[in-house]
């Protein structure tokens, strides 16, 4: 197995080029020009819970507006159909809020844990501004401290490396590659909290875990990065907390997620033409004169012989009505229910 150095520290790295959807290009296994392939996280969103998520940004953006009367007559003025402002306005209420800040702390941590993976020093890290001013450093020392501390039976042979999955033909980079107990494992850093996203975790990891390495400047597929399918690591370390913890996740139950992403996502490509069809009502009329006569037949040959001379407008309703009818006759006792199904 391959150690994959990565000679890029945080701050300098390369990132590959993005459609404007933000996905990365990627070279087709059997060649030709790069073509975008989807995020691994924006694949695997489609088995999260956004509920949750959901009342968090609400609460953000009631925040934001009710401290901040611009934005309260900015939102005032604008019309209910304009869409795009009103979702700038509510973007810059969740900015104001602080809503950003726990994704740049997060962002930070990363930043910072990989300078002392790859043998940096950590308080080169430029650091990043938050609601309130710029980002005090020391405030994160414990974080770090406890990072080290946890992480010290594993061994990174990669930091942020770049993967994808063909058949699905999904990219993302996975945080670390790590040995523990001479196995090779997906490790994840989380900031935040896990506990309601592990499904989205897991489906995440077991991506990545089924990934290849892929270096996008040179556009060529590296060795197989060699790491366990059936489970992977999370390395907890919530923002702020000067804590960190390991957790064992179940990635096959998180390929079981992937899949489910998939069948989802395939789903959500049908059109309102595939799924529906109008529902035209034709109101029934006073029947026909060859229904009157079905209804009046006396016996079988008299049903045959009306079948036999009107072949040429004879329809499905009629073989039915033609069916009720020899049901009564041939079954006299028969009940209306049973009539139904007579054949």
């Known amino acids: 197995?391959?150690?994959?150095?990565?000679?890029?520290?945080?701050?300098?790295?390369?990132?590959?080029?993005?459609?404007?959807?933000?996905?990365?290009?990627?070279?087709?296994?059997?060649?030709?020009?790069?073509?975008?392939?989807?995020?691994?996280?924006?694949?695997?969103?489609?088995?999260?819970?956004?509920?949750?998520?959901?009342?968090?940004?609400?609460?953000?953006?009631?925040?934001?507006?009710?401290?901040?009367?611009?934005?309260?007559?900015?939102?005032?003025?604008?019309?209910?159909?304009?869409?795009?402002?009103?979702?700038?306005?509510?973007?810059?209420?969740?900015?104001?809020?602080?809503?950003?800040?726990?994704?740049?702390?997060?962002?930070?941590?990363?930043?910072?844990?990989?300078?002392?993976?790859?043998?940096?020093?950590?308080?080169?890290?430029?650091?990043?501004?938050?609601?309130?001013?710029?980002?005090?450093?020391?405030?994160?020392?414990?974080?770090?401290?406890?990072?080290?501390?946890?992480t010290e039976p594993l061994k990174a042979v990669a930091v942020e490396l770049f993967t994808v999955n063909d058949p699905l033909k999904v990219a993302g980079t996975t945080d670390r590659v790590v040995e523990y107990e001479g196995k090779r494992y997906i490790a994840d850093l989380k900031t935040g909290s896990i506990e309601h996203g592990i499904v989205k975790i897991s489906a995440q990891l077991a991506m990545y875990a089924r990934s290849r390495p892929y270096d996008f400047q040179k556009h060529e597929r590296l060795e197989p990065h060699g790491c366990e399918v059936d489970r992977g690591i999370v390395i907890h370390l919530p923002a702020g907390k000067g804590v960190c913890q390991l957790y064992w996740v179940d990635l096959l139950q998180g390929w079981e997620a992937v899949m489910r992403a998939r069948d989802m996502r395939t789903l959500r490509q049908l059109r309102f033409p595939q799924l529906t069809r109008p529902l035209v009502h034709i109101p029934s009329g006073p029947p026909s004169v060859l229904a009157q006569q079905i209804d009046a037949a006396m016996s079988r040959d008299e049903v045959t012989a009306l079948w036999q001379q009107n072949a040429h407008e004879w329809t499905a309703e009629h073989t039915d009505l033609a069916q009720r009818r020899l049901a009564v006759l041939e079954h006299p006792s028969t009940t209306d229910a049973e009539r139904t199904t007579a054949p």
């Open 1 to 150: 197995m391959v150690t994959f150095a990565n000679p890029y520290s945080p701050t300098e790295r390369p990132q590959p080029e993005r459609d404007h959807w933000g996905r990365p290009y990627v070279v087709p296994p059997t060649g030709g020009k790069p073509v975008p392939y989807t995020r691994t996280t924006t694949f695997v969103s489609a088995v999260e819970d956004m509920y949750k998520l959901g009342q968090w940004q609400q609460r953000h953006v009631a925040r934001g507006v009710a401290f901040h009367d611009d934005l309260i007559a900015a939102i005032r003025d604008t019309d209910v159909e304009d869409r795009t402002t009103l979702n700038g306005l509510v973007d810059e209420a969740k900015e104001r809020s602080g809503a950003g800040d726990a994704a740049r702390h997060g962002t930070y941590l990363h930043a910072v844990t990989e300078a002392a993976d790859l043998g940096e020093d950590p308080a080169e890290v430029p650091r990043p501004m938050q609601s309130y001013g710029e980002l005090d450093p020391l405030a994160f020392l414990p974080d770090l401290a406890a990072y080290l501390k946890e």
